[in-house]
C-alpha cells in the first residue's frame, strides 16, 4: 500500500520566521505535487517536481524532491500571515495518474 | 483561464436516496478523477476516468458508485444509495498529461450531505 506522510500535522509559527514541512512516501514515482487549501475552498496546484533533485520556489515558498530517499519538503521563509492554510503533498499511484494525499499540514501564521 | 466546474455547490440527501454530483472538466484534458474529503480529513482518490471508461478506482469506489462521461463535457458521479458516510466533500480534477507543467486541476467542490 503506498503511503504518504507528511509532518508537522500542525504547524503555528510566527510572521517573520522560517520553517520546513516534510513529506515522505513509499512509491517509487518521481513525480510529487504540492497543494495548498484554504478552509472550505478547493485545492490549489502549488508545485509539480517531476525528477530527482527537482527545486521550485514561487515567493516564500520552495519544495525540493529527493526520490532517493522518497522525500519532499516545502520551506517557508519569513511567514507572513496569507500563508495560513492546509498543505498537501501528494504523488502518483504506481498505475496511473491517481494521486495520493498525505494528511496535510495545517499552518497557521500568527503576528 | 480555464477551470474546472462542479455542480450543485452543496447537495443534502436522505440516506438511501440517489445523488449525482456532476463536473465540466476542462475542454482539452483527457484524464478526468473523482476525489473526496471528509471533513478536516485528507482527499482520498475515488476513480480516474480515460478514453470514456474507468482507468483506475479505489477500494472506496464499489458498486453504490458509477461515472458516466454522457457528452463531451460533462462527468458525473453517482451514488445510488447515500449512506451517511459518503457525507464529504467531493472533487472533480482533470489533467492534459504530458509536459513540463501537468498537474491535476481540481473543481471547487460539492459538499454532499447525507441525512
Known amino acids: 500500500e503506498l503511503k504518504v506522510e507528511q509532518n508537522p500535522l500542525f504547524l503555528s509559527m510566527q510572521e517573520g520566521k522560517n520553517y520546513t514541512i516534510y513529506c515522505n512516501y513509499s512509491?517509487?514515482?518521481?513525480?510529487l505535487y504540492w497543494y495548498r487549501q484554504d478552509p472550505g475552498k478547493s485545492l490549489e496546484s502549488l508545485f509539480v517536481?517531476?525528477?530527482?533533485?527537482a527545486v521550485k520556489q514561487e515567493g516564500r515558498l520552495m519544495a525540493s524532491l529527493d526520490t532517493k530517499a522518497r522525500l519532499s519538503t516545502l520551506h517557508i521563509t519569513a511567514a507572513v500571515h496569507d500563508l495560513s492554510a492546509t498543505y498537501f503533498c501528494?504523488?502518483?499511484?504506481?498505475?496511473?495518474?491517481?494521486?495520493?494525499f498525505g494528511k496535510g499540514t495545517s499552518l497557521l501564521v500568527t503576528p | 483561464e480555464p477551470e474546472v466546474t462542479q455542480t450543485p455547490s452543496h447537495q443534502v440527501t436522505q440516506m438511501g436516496q440517489e445523488v449525482i454530483l456532476r463536473c465540466v472538466p476542462i475542454?482539452?484534458?483527457?484524464?478526468f478523477y473523482w476525489y473526496r474529503q471528509i471533513l478536516g480529513q485528507k482527499v482520498e482518490f475515488l476513480v480516474s476516468?480515460?478514453?470514456?471508461?474507468?482507468?483506475?478506482k479505489s477500494e472506496i469506489f464499489d458498486d453504490q458508485f458509477s461515472v458516466e462521461r454522457p457528452d463531451g463535457s460533462n462527468f458525473t458521479l453517482k451514488i445510488r444509495s447515500t449512506k451517511l458516510e459518503d457525507s464529504a466533500m467531493y472533487f472533480c480534477a482533470s489533467i492534459y498529461p504530458g509536459g513540463n507543467t501537468d498537474t491535476q486541476y481540481f473543481g471547487p467542490g460539492t459538499r454532499l450531505t447525507v441525512l
Open positions: 517536481l517531476l525528477s530527482n533533485g
Open positions: 475542454s482539452n484534458h483527457l484524464y
Open positions: 501528494a504523488v502518483e499511484s504506481d498505475s496511473g495518474y491517481a494521486l495520493n
Open positions: 512509491t517509487t514515482s518521481d513525480r
Open positions: 476516468f480515460y478514453n470514456n471508461e474507468i482507468s483506475e
